[in-house]
């Protein structure tokens, strides 16, 4: 199986290791990964602040670069809710509508794609720690995945799991909100980062690079002894 | 503007919002136990969703034909003896009712809570002409006594308050002398408010849906104070927003149902009552004389907008009981008596962007609102078209994040632009990394490390490292 990795700029910049080990990991399970290099941003950090003419030529080459693939798998929630409402953006544009469409069809956020897809449960990965899940909000409400990484993490050998008190609460990040809002922000992320200790969990996972820059930020920030990882990581642990 | 509410800083109100811990302790609670209570009602009922996609339709609907319904409902109103006045402004519906007021020689009102008269803020108009004007809901009642502390929730209009500051408010302003037992404070404000509903010469009240086929209008409280309100004095006053209509009582009921259940997570809530029109001769009771004041407000600018979708709101405060950001800052925080996300998005449109220009910004776009809400109002989404205004019709936006948007687009829409700055940024930062974080960061990250550590951009992208796999044959 053929797939078209959509790495996300956080990852491309910031965690180039979310993006290795989902490769190593998809790799593992037999599929054959390709890097489009013309891939830039999904367009969500300018989307979600008001400017749409701006955040469309991001979507259009997006559109462009990954129209003929497979399928499309990326290492972030958001960002493939962000492809996912393409087809609306682009809604009654004769030319682009039906690329988005073909483009948010066939994109998946990884775990998505390894339960659904690949239809694997155990990616064989041993990881001997207790650890708590962060969902993220626009992988649940958006993208409405909520079962694929719980699936995949109980299959984990060694791995304890404590869920994470009001764990479907935002974590404040929200893209420009965690700069324009910060003085927000701050106790929003603050509530989560409390909420991880009462699990006294040695890691905190999540599925997206945003929440996890914002909760692993202010984690290391107050000098706290919680280690963040991303669930690509996880899984590709063995 | 009438529903603003507090000083005129955005960021000074949040910073009294989060400082203030009685109240965050207070909303917190009560957010997990309406979240919850909300939860187990919508789950008893089954088919929620099925029920949430009814409800949509049946908004959309009469927003649709809102002329229609609005014509039914008033002539039906007057064909029962009632008096219909449609206002197009805040100073127009005060206006009528002063002169209602004054035309019965009238001096004492008791009004059951509606937020369409806090929005044209009609007690002060009628406290000015000199009219004793009192709130019977217990919350309300708290606020007013309060020398007229604002609602900082649409449902639970003083949930910043608890137990021992309400004991306090009273003891200080009623000279009650007992304890913060709930039960010992709603008596005596019972006691007070008995007296005040013997006593008054008109009656005011909001209205949760009229029914335009039968010309009737539907309270729905938890106190039977609407009740007193609407059977006791001689002239009733009932002030309602334009869209609040269903067709027939088919559609009120599925509403009702939503609303009950979305609000307080009751089934049904304690009193229902519908009213049709003035008594008529065979019945008991019932007021002499009704009114029925529709407000526009700026309503109908907002339909066939883009924003048409936020007057299906039925006012529940779900979406609030879900708000992340409403539940550090609080509802004054927002400046205006809607607060929250349905706040957010209504609040600019009433009273223009100028002076609610950081509303459309305070969310996170998580969609805990949007998932909640009865009616399936895209409330996120909404957030997102006020910011699109903002920056595309109303050139609002700061011209630092103009410049940064342009950069975006530009470098975006190249891929090769894009690649050199991301392979520039390791350098770029260089100056302000140590080890592998950013612990002060410049521009727009100054806001990010004054609160986090920002990562410090890896010397070797992701892209780099698949390149070198794929050329030394690693695949
Ligand atoms: S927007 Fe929806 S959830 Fe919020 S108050 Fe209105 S009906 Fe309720």
Redesign the pocket.
């Known amino acids: 199986m053929k797939v078209a990795l959509f790495a996300t700029c956080l990852v491309d910049l910031f965690q180039s290791n979310v993006g290795k080990a989902t490769v190593e990991l998809l790799e593992h399970l037999g599929c054959e990964v390709e890097f489009p290099e013309s891939q830039v941003c999904c367009g969500q950090p300018a989307y979600n602040s008001g400017y749409l003419k701006e955040s469309k030529e991001a979507m259009k080459r997006m559109i462009e670069t990954f129209l003929d693939a497979e399928y499309i798998v990326s290492p972030s929630g958001s960002c493939i809710a962000m492809f996912r409402e393409y087809p609306h953006i682009f809604k009654g544009d004769p030319e682009w509508e039906p690329k988005a469409i073909k483009v948010a069809e066939k994109s998946f956020e990884l775990t998505e794609f390894i339960v659904d897809v690949l239809k694997v449960e155990d990616v064989g990965a041993a990881f001997d720690a207790s650890v708590t899940y962060h969902t993220s909000c626009h992988m649940t409400r958006l993208l409405g995945v909520r079962k694929a990484p719980m699936v995949l993490l109980k299959n984990v050998k060694g791995l304890r799991f404590t869920e994470l008190p009001g764990k479907e609460q935002c974590c404040g990040f929200g893209g420009t909100f965690s700069v324009k809002m910060a003085q927000i922000s701050e106790q929003m992320v603050d509530e989560k980062v409390c909420h991880i200790e009462e699990t006294e969990a040695e890691y905190l996972i999540g599925a997206d690079a945003g929440c996890l820059m914002n909760i692993g930020g202010r984690i290391q920030r107050k000098g706290k002894p919680i280690k963040v990882l991303h669930i690509a990581e996880i899984l590709n642990s063995r | 503007m009438p529903m603003k509410i507090g000083s005129n800083d955005f960021k000074d109100r949040v910073e009294e919002g989060i400082n203030d811990s009685f109240m965050r302790k207070a909303v917190a609670g009560a957010q997990e136990r309406m979240g919850s209570r909300r939860q187990d009602a919508a789950d008893q009922l089954g088919n929620w969703e099925d029920w949430r996609s009814h409800g949509e339709e049946i908004r959309q609907h009469v927003l649709e034909h809102l002329d229609y319904y609005l014509k039914e409902l008033s002539d039906n109103i007057a064909s029962r003896g009632g008096h219909v006045f449609f206002a197009q402004t805040p100073a127009e519906a005060n206006e009528y009712i002063k002169n209602v007021v004054e035309s019965k020689g009238a001096k004492k009102v008791v009004k059951s809570k509606s937020m369409v008269t806090e929005e044209i803020n009609l007690n002060s108009y009628l406290e000015e002409a000199g009219c004793e004007v009192t709130e019977t809901d217990l919350g309300e009642y708290i606020l007013q006594v309060d020398d007229h502390d604002p609602p900082s929730h ?1 449902v639970v209009p003083a949930l910043h308050k608890n137990k021992e500051q309400i004991r306090d408010v009273f003891t200080e302003k009623l000279g009650y002398q007992k304890t913060e037992k709930p039960e010992e404070l709603a008596a005596h404000a019972r006691a007070v408010l008995r007296q005040k509903f013997l006593e008054a010469d008109i009656g005011i009240t909001g209205c949760n849906f009229a029914v335009a086929e039968t010309g009737s209008f539907c309270l729905v409280t938890n106190e039977g104070n609407a009740d007193l309100v609407t059977a006791l004095p001689k002239t009733q006053i009932t002030v309602m927003g334009m869209e609040r209509i269903v067709p027939t009582f088919v559609e009120l009921e599925v509403l009702v149902s939503l609303l009950t259940r ?1 609000a307080v997570g009751q089934k049904l809530t304690s009193y229902i009552t519908v009213l049709t029109g003035p008594r008529e001769q065979n019945e008991a009771d019932g007021p002499e004389e009704f009114h029925l004041v529709i407000v526009d407000n700026g309503r109908s600018n907002i339909l066939g907008s883009e924003f048409q979708s936020i007057l ?9 009981n879900a708000c992340p950001v409403y539940r550090h800052i609080g509802g004054h925080s927002y400046g205006s008596i809607y607060s929250g ?2 706040g957010a998005v209504l609040t600019p449109l009433l009273g223009g962007y100028e002076e609610n220009k950081e509303l459309p910004y305070a969310s996170t776009l998580c969609g805990a ?1 949007t998932e ?4 399936k ?1 895209p ?1 996120h989404g909404l957030l997102l078209k006020h910011r699109e205004q903002i920056v595309e019709k109303e050139g609002k936006a700061p011209i630092s994040e103009k410049l940064a948007m342009k950069a975006f687009g530009l470098g975006a829409a190249s891929p090769f632009l894009y690649k050199l700055g991301t392979k520039m940024a390791p350098t770029a930062m260089n100056p302000f990394v140590s080890g592998n974080t950013i612990s002060k960061g410049p521009g727009p990250l100054k806001a990010w490390t004054e609160i986090r550590e920002f990562p410090a951009p890896h010397k070797e992208r992701f892209r780099d490292w698949f390149k070198n796999r794929e050329k030394d044959g690693d695949a």
């Not at chain 2, 299906?312 to 609030?320: K, T």
């Not at chain 2, 909640?372 to 009616?375: A, D, E, G, I, L």
Request: contains cysteine; proline residues 10%; hydrophobic residues 45%.
């Open positions: 649409i979305s299906q709101c039925i006012r529940c405060g779900a979406c609030i996300p349905i609102c909640v809400c009865p009616v109002i409330l």
